[in-house]
């Protein structure tokens, strides 16, 4: 028999997505149905790395969107530190008032590439750039909605999902049943807590929407799409779905991460979102600068 979902119930929490092509990545507005309260849950700043330049239109169109609606900004979150996009966490909540919040395990992280990035003796490794660090099991509400967290590694270390009624946050955990699963390859990643982590959420009830943070659209697929269900996971994806056995997901996970090639704004994402998504401090010439490691990745 499956369990319940530790939050749900008949609660349906209102979710608007926000898909950005560049980084194939979606943020989500997830609101209390019965209240004007809500959340952002893993924003994004748009960065053009040739040119080096920030600027702040996918951030802006969500908040734009909290305007529109009178909508009170309780929490900004994060599901993982990402290596894809960087997070618009802190220049969200300084517009709406919300708190920042990831994974309790984000110190794992932050002394990991802390080092690679030679951040210096400035750079905390405790998180304490967030307002809270959610461990597996903890609560908390947004407005009168009940949110439970469960610790998800295995793409990282610290990888959380955020359930909420019959909504699940998962970040990188899955992907659509078409695409599969994340990779485990980072420093800290592993596929047999992947494994672990995705049949956590198998477990939840069939019909418990999935909301994920990553598409790259199927081969022969037409659209992007971001939402699936338990139900469908379980029974279509095609890395772990159908009854795979951890043994073939492992080898399988392993072989194809093999052949990846490391995601294309990883340098400027880690360094951002290991800051919660502040840039680090400006040099001596009051100017900020994002470093470049040489053949040092190659050695996680």
């Known amino acids: 028999m499956l369990k319940k979902n530790p939050a749900a119930g008949q609660l349906k929490p209102e979710v608007t997505g926000f898909f950005d092509e560049a980084t194939n990545a979606v943020c989500y507005i997830v609101k209390d149905p019965d209240s004007d309260s809500c959340a952002v849950i893993d924003s994004i700043l748009d960065f053009d790395a040739a040119g080096g330049v920030i600027t702040t239109s996918s951030a802006d169109e969500v908040i734009a969107e909290i305007n529109s609606r009178n ?7 994060e599901s993982h530190v990402h290596a894809d996009h960087l997070s618009a966490a802190p220049y969200i909540a300084k517009q709406t008032g919300g708190k920042l919040g990831i994974g309790s395990r984000i110190d794992e992280v932050q002394k990991v590439f802390g080092k690679v990035f ?16 959610f461990a597996d099991g903890d609560a908390f509400k947004i407005g009168s909605m009940n949110v439970a967290v469960m610790h998800t590694p295995g793409h990282t ?6 359930l909420m009624g ?30 672990n982590s995705i049949h956590k959420l198998l ?3 069939d019909e418990t929407r999935l909301f994920l943070c990553h598409d790259y659209k199927a081969p ?12 469908e996971e379980r029974a279509n994806n095609i890395h772990v779905g159908a009854g ?8 399988f996970r392993t072989a194809r991460d093999a052949t ?5 704004l990883i340098i400027p994402s880690i360094q951002v979102n290991m800051r919660a998504g502040n840039m680090p401090p400006p040099e001596d010439d009051g100017e900020t600068y994002l470093k470049v490691p040489i053949n040092r990745f190659n050695k996680l």
């Open 244 to 251: 795979k056995s951890e043994d073939e997901f492992i080898k």
């Open 71 to 77: 909508l009170k900004v309780e929490w900004v979150i």
């Open 203 to 205: 477990a939840l009830a």
């Open 260 to 264: 990846l090639d490391m995601p294309k």
């Open 166 to 195: 019959d909504a699940a946050f998962v970040g990188d955990t899955l992907f659509m049943p078409d695409f599969g699963t994340a990779r485990c390859d980072f420093p800290g990643g592993n596929p047999r807590e992947l494994y």
């Open 118 to 133: 030679n951040a210096g003796t400035e750079f905390q490794m405790d998180g304490s750039q967030f307002d809270q660090l």
């Open 220 to 231: 022969g697929r037409d659209e992007f799409c971001w939402e699936t269900t338990v139900g």
């Open 157 to 162: 270390p610290a990888c959380v999902t955020y």
